[in-house]
């Protein structure tokens, strides 16, 4: 396959790109920074902003103009920026609206960008995996910047799922888990007054855990990216707690419901009756 990888240069982005490297496909791999890129005969490395559009724009241009990418079957977004970590109160706007940015209009210029090559060139069903993370599906306190763009990453994945019904691309988003990353040190230096007891405590229970979470994580990856997935679509996936590895034995069902997606909870659901 040939894969684009945005954030390949560090944490999962770089995780999955040798991941996928190993398993002889092609990846072309981007960040704001080329520093640090990954010296292997099958990938390419390039530098964009994905929160400035015309960055982007140049971006796909060079993608589009080289021979050895002529098709492209698959985009994986693991770019992002926590963001700022704070009270609302004591937050910088400034850093709020760049984490925005970043996590929500970078996914949407990347998908905006290549979506004619991708649905145009890539064998089968072409793939999209984008992330959610901390405060996707619940709230998360002093992460607000980071939360509130990562939930509206999920609903940009479930509206397009839908605005492709007739489309041969299947776009999911993935909840990656407490993974040992530059994120969750950056937790531990802010501290428990700007983040929070409980996500210090989160923190340093992660990385003293290592690094086997990767693995579970590019199992999903891997199995979205597959045939084995084809028609799975507009779900939020989580990669440490869900079954997924059943998933392709209750396709048929994935495909009518609305399990693995955000959803308002009424006091019927509850079982309870408030009229």
């Known amino acids: 396959m040939n894969i684009l990888i945005s954030g390949a240069t560090s944490g999962i982005g770089r995780y999955l790109s040798e991941r996928l490297l190993a398993d002889h496909n092609n990846?072309?791999?981007?960040?704001r920074s080329a520093n640090g890129t990954i010296q292997h005969q099958r990938f390419r490395a390039s530098?964009?902003?994905?929160a400035d559009w015309e960055h982007v724009v140049r971006f796909a241009s060079e993608v589009?103009?080289?021979a050895s990418f002529r098709k492209l079957d698959a985009i994986i977004?693991?770019?992002?920026?926590?963001?700022?970590?704070?009270p609302l109160a004591e937050t910088n706007p400034s850093d709020w609206s760049a984490t925005v940015r970043v996590n929500l209009d970078g996914t949407f210029y990347i998908i905006r960008a290549f979506y004619d090559l991708l649905r145009s060139t890539a064998d089968g069903r072409a793939k999209i995996v984008c992330f959610s993370g901390g405060g996707?599906?619940?709230a998360r306190p002093n992460f607000s910047a980071y939360a509130s763009s990562k939930t509206a990453v999920v609903r940009l994945v479930e509206n397009l799922a839908e605005e492709w019904s007739d489309v041969p691309i299947d776009i999911n988003a993935v909840a990656p888990g407490a993974l040992p990353t530059k994120m969750t040190d950056q937790i531990l230096e802010f501290g428990a007054r700007m983040a929070g007891e409980?996500?210090?405590a989160k923190a340093r229970k992660t990385l003293e855990g290592g690094s086997e979470a990767?693995?579970?994580l590019g199992a999903l990856v891997d199995f979205l990216l597959s045939p084995a997935s084809d028609g799975i679509t507009g779900k939020l996936i989580s990669a440490a707690w869900d079954h997924w590895e059943r998933f392709a034995e209750y396709k048929s069902l994935l495909q009518?419901?609305?399990?693995?997606?955000?959803?308002?909870i009424t006091p019927k659901d509850r079982g309870q009756d408030w009229r």
């Open 27 to 31: 990846v072309w791999g981007f960040s």
């Open 47 to 50: 530098a964009c902003d994905i």
């Open 64 to 66: 589009a103009s080289d």
């Open 77 to 86: 977004l693991c770019a992002a920026r926590q963001g700022p970590i704070a």
């Open 136 to 138: 996707a599906t619940k």
């Open 198 to 200: 409980k996500e210090v």
């Open 214 to 216: 990767f693995e579970r």
């Open 256 to 264: 009518h419901t609305d399990i693995f997606t955000l959803r308002r």
